[in-house]
């Protein structure tokens, strides 16, 4: 099955500066990767995601960025708020007979220092 | 949230009691789905289903049993609930369009067993 690999696991940003969150999967056969946010005591909010025939996808302050044949795939945040403290988590996605499943990466937690 | 609810939020119980977590949506979506969250693993499938009566199984869905006798209700059953099954447990539903499948979450139970 599909293995996603997510990094860092906690990042420490200053407000203002950009942050970055790369994650690495094992299946050819994905597809489509979202990106969650996820608050204290929510569910996952899905931000943005991007489909393999794509290499970059952009909105406001948040992009994607896709690479097929190195099987990564990054989220980038620039102008970093305190209100984009949470934790991340990338996904990938492939299709089976009767199911779309994801595959999570383990997630990062990303701290916006004032 | 596209529409979910989550039944309890929020549950304590002990070691071998039965317990059943619901998840309601009421946009009529086919895909519904059980993840747990648990530190370190990110969002792991336990059991899934594609229609009314039709389920199937993820990566971590020993101990656990699904129901889905209509559309809007997808039951999570833990026989005998172990420590190990202390989490936080999520629904999710999913869009269909295009190629590609999109997870919406609910807010999440949190189970507690001592």
């Known amino acids: 099955g599909e293995n996603v690999e997510q990094h860092p696991s906690t990042l420490s940003v200053q407000e203002g500066d950009s942050a970055v969150i790369k994650c690495t999967y094992s299946?050819?056969?994905?597809?489509?990767f979202p990106w969650y946010k996820q608050e204290l005591g929510k569910g996952p909010q899905l931000i943005i995601d991007?489909?393999?025939?794509?290499g970059e996808k952009k909105d406001q302050r948040i992009a994607v960025t896709l690479n097929k044949t190195a099987k990564h795939f990054s989220l980038h945040i620039t102008e970093t708020q305190p209100e984009d403290s949470a934790v991340y988590f990338c996904?990938?996605?492939?299709?089976?007979?009767?199911?779309?499943?994801?595959?999570f990466g383990a997630g990062t937690t990303v701290t916006v220092r004032a | 949230d596209a529409g979910i609810t989550q039944s309890p939020r929020h549950k304590v119980t002990e070691t071998g009691t039965p317990v059943t977590l619901r998840c309601h949506q009421t946009?009529?979506?086919?895909?519904m789905y059980w993840y747990r969250q648990d530190p370190g693993h990110g969002l792991r499938l336990i059991h899934y289903?594609?229609?009314?009566?039709?389920?199937d199984k993820g990566e971590v869905s020993d101990g656990y049993s699904v129901s889905r006798s209509k559309t809007e209700d997808f039951l999570l059953t833990l026989e005998s609930a172990t420590s190990s099954q202390t989490s936080v447990y999520f629904c999710?539903?999913?869009?269909?369009?295009?190629?590609?499948?999109?997870?919406?979450f609910g807010p999440g139970t949190r189970l507690t067993v001592l």
């Open positions: 999710a539903i999913s869009t269909l369009g295009g190629e590609a499948d999109t997870q919406y």
């Open positions: 299946d050819s056969a994905s597809n489509y």
């Open positions: 991007i489909r393999s025939n794509v």
């Open positions: 996904a990938a996605s492939s299709r089976g007979s009767n199911d779309y499943k994801l595959s």
């Open positions: 946009e009529n979506h086919r895909y």
């Open positions: 289903s594609y229609g009314v009566k039709d389920t």
